[in-house]
C-alpha cells in the first residue's frame, strides 16, 4: 500500500511518497500534484521510501515536471531516490534526456553492474 502526503515546508511544499507507486496510484498521484500546482511556486518530492514504481507514474512525474516548468515553477527530487526507483529508472531505458527532465544525471548515470 502506497502512501502520498503533501505538506508544507519553508520553500512551499514537499510531496512525501512511501511504498507503492504504480499505476493505480497514478490518477491519485496526478490529482495530487494539480493540487500542488495551485498552491505553490516550489514542490519537491521526496521518494527516498518508495518499495515499487512502474512507468505509469514516472510518466505522471515527467508530465508534471512539464507543467510546472511551462509556468515557470519549480518541481525536484528531493535528497536522493530509493534504490528500487533508480533501478527502475536505468532498467526501463529512459535516457539522459529525457530524465534530465526531472531527475538529476547521478540518479541515470547506473552502471549495469550497480543493479546486476
Known sequence: MGQILLEDSARGKI???EG???IKHACFLKKIL???LEKT???DID???ITSVDLACIQVLCAAHKTF???HKHLGILDSPSEIFKKYLFNSGIDRSAGN???HSEYLSCQED???
Open 114 to 116: 550497480d543493479h546486476g
Open 101 to 103: 527532465m526531472l531527475f
Open 69 to 71: 516548468a511551462e509556468v
Open 15 to 17: 510531496l512525501r511518497v
Open 34 to 36: 494539480i493540487e500542488a
Open 47 to 49: 521518494i527516498q521510501n
Open 41 to 43: 511556486d516550489h514542490l
Open 20 to 22: 507503492s507507486l504504480t
